[in-house]
Protein backbone atom coordinates (compact mmCIF):
# COMPACT_ATOMS: atom_id res chain seq x y z
CA UNK A 1 0.00 0.00 0.00
CA UNK A 2 1.33 3.47 -0.72
CA UNK A 3 1.84 5.63 1.79
CA UNK A 4 0.17 9.13 2.08
CA UNK A 5 0.78 12.49 4.20
CA UNK A 6 -1.91 14.97 4.56
CA UNK A 7 -1.66 18.16 6.70
CA UNK A 8 -4.23 20.48 6.70
CA UNK A 9 -5.42 23.81 8.71
CA UNK A 10 -8.31 24.89 10.70
CA UNK A 11 -9.59 28.10 12.48
CA UNK A 12 -7.96 28.69 15.61
CA UNK A 13 -11.91 30.12 16.76
CA UNK A 14 -12.76 26.57 16.75
CA UNK A 15 -13.18 25.31 20.73
CA UNK A 16 -11.40 22.39 21.23
CA UNK A 17 -14.21 20.25 21.16
CA UNK A 18 -14.69 21.12 17.46
CA UNK A 19 -11.56 20.80 16.68
CA UNK A 20 -11.53 17.12 18.05
CA UNK A 21 -14.76 16.14 16.18
CA UNK A 22 -13.40 17.62 13.07
CA UNK A 23 -10.01 16.03 13.72
CA UNK A 24 -11.63 12.27 14.49
CA UNK A 25 -14.40 12.50 11.67
CA UNK A 26 -11.24 12.81 8.81
CA UNK A 27 -9.31 10.52 10.59
CA UNK A 28 -12.41 7.66 10.49
CA UNK A 29 -12.33 8.34 7.06
CA UNK A 30 -8.70 7.25 6.65
CA UNK A 31 -9.78 4.11 9.34
CA UNK A 32 -12.96 2.92 7.59
CA UNK A 33 -11.42 2.96 4.23
CA UNK A 34 -8.62 0.25 5.57
CA UNK A 35 -6.08 2.68 5.86
CA UNK A 36 -3.69 2.36 8.56
CA UNK A 37 -2.30 5.38 10.48
CA UNK A 38 1.27 5.83 11.34
CA UNK A 39 0.99 9.22 12.81
CA UNK A 40 -2.28 11.56 13.79
CA UNK A 41 -0.27 14.32 15.26
CA UNK A 42 -1.54 18.36 16.15
CA UNK A 43 0.98 20.10 15.29
CA UNK A 44 -0.60 23.07 17.31
CA UNK A 45 -1.28 26.56 16.44
CA UNK A 46 1.03 28.47 14.07
CA UNK A 47 1.36 32.03 12.14
CA UNK A 48 -0.02 31.41 8.33
CA UNK A 49 2.30 33.04 5.30
CA UNK A 50 -0.58 35.07 4.26
CA UNK A 51 -4.27 35.44 5.73
CA UNK A 52 -6.67 32.86 4.52
CA UNK A 53 -10.47 33.61 4.82
CA UNK A 54 -9.18 36.67 7.17
CA UNK A 55 -7.78 33.89 9.67
CA UNK A 56 -3.84 35.55 10.24
CA UNK A 57 -3.46 31.88 12.28
CA UNK A 58 -4.13 28.38 12.09
CA UNK A 59 -4.09 25.26 13.54
CA UNK A 60 -2.20 22.39 11.76
CA UNK A 61 -2.86 18.74 11.94
CA UNK A 62 -0.77 15.96 9.90
CA UNK A 63 -2.02 12.95 8.95
CA UNK A 64 0.67 10.21 7.92
CA UNK A 65 -1.02 6.43 6.79
CA UNK A 66 -0.76 3.66 4.18
CA UNK A 67 -3.88 3.30 1.78
CA UNK A 68 -5.35 2.71 -1.55
CA UNK A 69 -5.73 5.41 -3.81
CA UNK A 70 -9.46 5.56 -2.96
CA UNK A 71 -8.79 6.73 0.55
CA UNK A 72 -6.72 10.03 0.10
CA UNK A 73 -9.41 11.45 -2.65
CA UNK A 74 -12.40 10.40 -0.33
CA UNK A 75 -10.58 12.39 2.44
CA UNK A 76 -9.28 15.43 0.21
CA UNK A 77 -13.30 15.74 -1.34
CA UNK A 78 -14.37 15.48 2.26
CA UNK A 79 -12.31 18.40 3.51
CA UNK A 80 -13.12 20.52 0.94
CA UNK A 81 -16.68 20.28 1.86
CA UNK A 82 -15.85 21.43 5.60
CA UNK A 83 -16.24 24.63 6.54
CA UNK A 84 -13.89 23.65 9.43
CA UNK A 85 -10.33 23.28 7.41
CA UNK A 86 -8.97 26.11 6.12
CA UNK A 87 -6.16 24.55 3.78
CA UNK A 88 -5.06 21.05 3.50
CA UNK A 89 -2.01 19.35 1.35
CA UNK A 90 -2.00 15.46 0.53
CA UNK A 91 1.29 13.87 -1.10
CA UNK A 92 1.67 10.40 -1.76
CA UNK A 93 5.56 9.83 -0.46
CA UNK A 94 7.84 7.88 -2.23
CA UNK A 95 9.04 4.53 -0.69
CA UNK A 96 12.62 5.69 0.37
CA UNK A 97 10.75 8.95 1.96
CA UNK A 98 7.48 6.78 3.12
CA UNK A 99 9.79 4.59 5.34
CA UNK A 100 12.28 7.79 6.74
CA UNK A 101 9.00 9.23 7.72
CA UNK A 102 7.69 6.87 9.65
CA UNK A 103 10.77 6.02 11.59
CA UNK A 104 11.10 9.91 12.37
CA UNK A 105 6.85 9.67 13.22
CA UNK A 106 7.99 6.93 15.64
CA UNK A 107 10.66 8.83 17.51
CA UNK A 108 8.86 11.47 17.70
CA UNK A 109 5.93 9.63 19.16
CA UNK A 110 8.21 8.11 21.78
CA UNK A 111 10.35 11.38 22.26
CA UNK A 112 6.59 13.37 23.21
CA UNK A 113 5.84 9.87 25.57
CA UNK A 114 9.16 10.52 27.13
CA UNK A 115 7.77 14.06 27.78
CA UNK A 116 5.02 13.27 29.41
CA UNK A 117 6.26 10.64 31.40
CA UNK A 118 9.16 13.55 32.73
CA UNK A 119 6.22 15.74 33.46
CA UNK A 120 4.22 13.65 35.79
CA UNK A 121 7.12 12.57 37.36
CA UNK A 122 8.11 16.48 38.43
CA UNK A 123 4.72 16.58 39.13
CA UNK A 124 4.42 14.00 41.35
CA UNK A 125 7.56 14.76 43.26
CA UNK A 126 6.06 18.73 43.67
CA UNK A 127 2.91 17.19 45.15
CA UNK A 128 4.93 14.77 47.08
CA UNK A 129 7.20 17.93 48.95
CA UNK A 130 4.62 19.89 49.22
CA UNK A 131 2.73 16.99 51.19
CA UNK A 132 6.27 16.94 52.98
CA UNK A 133 5.95 20.59 53.69
CA UNK A 134 2.52 20.82 54.90
CA UNK A 135 3.02 17.73 57.25
CA UNK A 136 6.11 19.47 58.48
CA UNK A 137 4.33 22.81 59.31
CA UNK A 138 3.30 23.27 62.90
CA UNK A 139 -0.45 23.08 63.03
CA UNK A 140 -2.20 26.43 64.02
CA UNK A 141 -3.36 26.40 68.08
CA UNK A 142 -6.17 25.33 68.53
CA UNK A 143 -9.04 27.43 71.15
CA UNK A 144 -8.38 25.18 74.10
CA UNK A 145 -4.37 25.33 73.72
CA UNK A 146 -5.02 28.65 73.80
CA UNK A 147 -6.93 29.78 76.77
CA UNK A 148 -4.68 26.73 78.80
CA UNK A 149 -1.52 28.80 77.38
CA UNK A 150 0.18 30.79 79.94
CA UNK A 151 0.15 34.35 79.83
CA UNK A 152 3.27 35.95 78.01
CA UNK A 153 5.83 37.63 80.91
CA UNK A 154 4.93 41.09 80.66
CA UNK A 155 8.32 43.14 79.28
CA UNK A 156 10.20 44.82 81.47
CA UNK A 157 11.09 47.78 78.86
CA UNK A 158 7.53 48.65 78.24
CA UNK A 159 7.06 48.17 82.07
CA UNK A 160 10.10 51.09 82.93
CA UNK A 161 8.36 53.41 80.21
CA UNK A 162 4.90 53.01 81.89
CA UNK A 163 6.31 53.75 85.34
CA UNK A 164 7.85 56.00 84.22
CA UNK A 165 5.13 58.41 82.97
CA UNK A 166 3.16 59.23 86.20
CA UNK A 167 6.19 60.32 87.64
CA UNK A 168 7.40 62.80 84.51
CA UNK A 169 3.87 63.89 85.66
CA UNK A 170 4.43 64.49 88.56
CA UNK A 171 7.88 66.08 88.54
CA UNK A 172 5.94 68.61 85.61
CA UNK A 173 3.45 69.62 87.97
CA UNK A 174 5.75 70.51 90.66
CA UNK A 175 7.66 72.49 88.38
CA UNK A 176 4.56 74.58 87.22
CA UNK A 177 3.86 75.70 90.74
Known amino acids: MPTYETLFITPPTLSDDEERTTVETLAAIVTEGGGEFTANERMGRRRLAYPIRKFEDGVYTRFLYDAEIEVPKELERRIRLSDNVLRSLTVRLEDDWAAAAK ?75
Open 103 to 177: VQAVKDAERRAEQAAEAARLAEEEAARAAEAAAAAPEAPTEEAVEAAPEPAADPAAESTEEAKPQEAASAEKEGE
